[in-house]
């Protein structure tokens, strides 16, 4: 096709659309708000293509990758970032703690949160940064409590390994519906081991689920004798909204959503008991950060996520996660399935329950 001269002088006018590294973060940040950590990543990763000397779009793809569970490599940004612009940065310091604790370098965890809050006392993450001080220190506990309670099994007239296996049995007892089977396995561990607090956890939801309300004294009881236990708050953030006691409830919730375990099965369970208690939003939040491996093994979590995601109204997300859970073999997901299909779904049907 032959141009006019008019054409030509339109043709040599056209500026070409470049695209910044401005534009691509941006794009990012609205990817990164939707939830599409993927695509959130691949955008970050052009912007700082683009821009290389922005460090505010290095320590977002930094801290985009820490929530798909790449830590390391969140780290080699975040310290290229310190090196090439100094303390200014501070903020990355309070990052690489993060990343150090799902790691568990928690000696790192701890120099890196600190030397944060030296730098930006009364920043934007310095409560968030002795929060994360304060867990570690609790984890610690728990852990030199974990070892005293090894030594203390083996005074006992048993082994340990009965014990351990019969805790074992009791857990598997009430994880299939038969908590008045695990009830005396139970009370026969705390009587040999008073200060057995797993043990007076799942006695309390045994009793619970088997209608006696001492239950509520039992579990506060752990709380007096061991301030802060996780599950002993699970517990009662749980009994109480099943009581439909919600004023009594939100204290134990509060405190479980300001709980961000570094062990998996502890991050596992708080996502789980804040989709109990409707907390949904926090769940999804928290199950996206399970490694995918780990999610495949546990489909009810699967099942928890696409509770969530319904009742936030992102209904593709939530009937995407029921297949994949109804596939594992998760029989909850695989009724609401059933009920989407047969177009009788209500709201009301769709609750996640613990037990």
Same mark, same amino acid.
């Given at each position: 096709?032959?141009?006019?001269?008019?054409?030509?002088? #339109?043709?040599?006018?056209?500026?070409?659309?470049?695209?910044?590294?401005?534009?691509?973060?941006?794009?990012?940040?609205?990817?990164?708000?939707?939830?599409?950590?993927?695509?959130?990543?691949?955008?970050?990763?052009?912007?700082?293509?683009?821009?290389?000397?922005?460090?505010?779009?290095?320590?977002?793809?930094?801290?985009?990758?820490?929530?798909?569970?790449?830590?390391?490599?969140?780290?080699?940004?975040?310290?290229?970032?310190?090196?090439?612009?100094?303390?200014?940065?501070?903020?990355?310091?309070?990052?690489?703690?993060?990343?150090?604790?799902?790691?568990?370098?928690?000696?790192?965890?701890?120099?890196?949160?600190?030397?944060?809050?030296?730098?930006?006392?009364?920043?934007?993450?310095?409560?968030?940064?002795?929060?994360?001080?304060?867990?570690?220190?609790?984890?610690?506990?728990?852990?030199?409590?974990?070892?005293?309670?090894? #030594?203390?099994? #083996?005074?006992?007239?048993?082994?340990?390994?009965?014990?351990?296996?019969?805790?074992?049995?009791?857990?598997?007892?009430?994880?299939?519906?038969?908590?008045?089977?695990?009830?005396?396995?139970?009370?026969?561990?705390?009587?040999?081991?008073?200060?057995?607090?797993?043990?007076?956890?799942?006695?309390?939801?045994?009793?619970?689920?088997?209608?006696?309300?001492?239950?509520?004294?039992?579990?506060?009881?752990?709380?007096?004798?061991?301030?802060?236990?996780?599950?002993?708050?699970?517990?009662?953030?749980?009994?109480?909204?099943?009581?439909?006691?919600?004023?009594?409830?939100?204290?134990?919730?509060? +405190?479980?959503?300001?709980?961000? *375990?570094?062990?998996?099965?502890?991050?596992?369970?708080?996502?789980? %008991?804040?989709?109990?208690?409707?907390?949904?939003?926090?769940?999804?939040?928290?199950?996206?950060?399970?490694? *995918?491996?780990?999610?495949?093994?546990? *489909?009810?979590?699967?099942?928890?996520?696409?509770?969530?995601?319904?009742?936030?109204?992102?209904?593709?997300? +939530?009937?995407?996660?029921?297949?994949?859970?109804?596939?594992?073999?998760?029989?909850?997901?695989?009724?609401?399935?059933?009920?989407?299909?047969?177009?009788?779904?209500?709201?009301?049907? %769709? #609750?996640?329950?613990?037990?």
């Amino acid at each position: 096709m032959n141009l006019t001269p008019e054409n030509e002088q #339109e043709n040599r006018n056209v500026i070409p659309f470049y695209r910044s590294g401005d534009y691509f973060f941006h794009r990012g940040i609205i990817a990164y708000r939707k939830n599409h950590l993927k695509r959130a990543v691949k955008l970050f990763e052009r912007a700082v293509k683009l821009t290389d000397q922005e460090p505010v779009f290095h320590v977002q793809l930094a801290a985009v990758l820490s929530e798909i569970g790449q830590y390391e490599r969140s780290n080699d940004i975040l310290e290229m970032v310190l090196t090439n612009h100094g303390d200014d940065q501070s903020e990355c310091y309070f990052f690489m703690a993060n990343n150090y604790a799902y790691l568990g370098l928690f000696e790192k965890a701890e120099e890196a949160a600190k030397r944060y809050m030296v730098l930006t006392p009364g920043g934007e993450f310095f409560k968030d940064a002795g929060d994360l001080l304060d867990l570690m220190q609790v984890e610690q506990n728990e852990a030199e409590a974990d070892a005293d309670d090894e #030594e203390d099994w #083996e005074s006992f007239d048993l082994s340990s390994d009965e014990y351990i296996i019969e805790h074992g049995r009791a857990r598997t007892l009430l994880r299939d519906g038969k908590p008045e089977e695990a009830l005396p396995i139970l009370q026969d561990i705390i009587t040999e081991h008073p200060a057995c607090w797993s043990a007076h956890n799942h006695l309390a939801e045994a009793l619970f689920r088997l209608g006696d309300d001492s239950a509520f004294e039992l579990s506060r009881n752990v709380l007096q004798e061991d301030e802060g236990n996780l599950f002993a708050l699970c517990n009662l953030a749980v009994f109480y909204t099943m009581k439909d006691n919600e004023l009594s409830a939100a204290p134990f919730i509060d +405190a479980i959503k300001r709980i961000y *375990p570094l062990d998996i099965e502890h991050h596992m369970k708080v996502a789980q %008991v804040l989709a109990a208690v409707g907390h949904y939003e926090q769940v999804i939040g928290r199950i996206m950060r399970v490694e *995918p491996f780990i999610l495949e093994r546990e *489909p009810d979590l699967f099942h928890c996520l696409a509770v969530a995601y319904y009742h936030t109204d992102q209904y593709e997300k +939530a009937l995407f996660y029921w297949r994949r859970a109804g596939k594992l073999g998760n029989k909850s997901a695989a009724e609401i399935l059933e009920k989407v299909e047969q177009g009788t779904l209500l709201a009301r049907d %769709v #609750e996640y329950h613990l037990w």
